[in-house]
């Protein structure tokens, strides 16, 4: 969880926002590239519908750089 002035509104007001993140980390590959390896999602995160996304910007190449 990022930040705490959300839990404090939620706590004094009845509602507030919580960032939630992945634990995340970058390993050099054999053949020289670099990968992001997901080791951690939040609960509220789908798998398979992450997958799906992540192939989704890989295919269209809306960030450059990513590939299968």
Excluded: C, F, W
Aim: proline letters at 1%.
């Amino acid at each position: 969880m990022l930040g705490k002035s959300g839990i404090k509104d939620a706590y004094l007001k009845g509602k507030g926002s919580i960032i939630i993140r992945a634990k995340t980390s970058v390993e050099n590959s054999k053949k020289g590239r670099e990968s992001i390896i997901i080791s951690e999602i939040p609960y509220s995160v789908k798998k398979s519908q992450l997958i799906e996304n992540i192939a989704k910007v890989a295919k269209e190449k809306i960030i450059d750089g990513i590939s299968n």
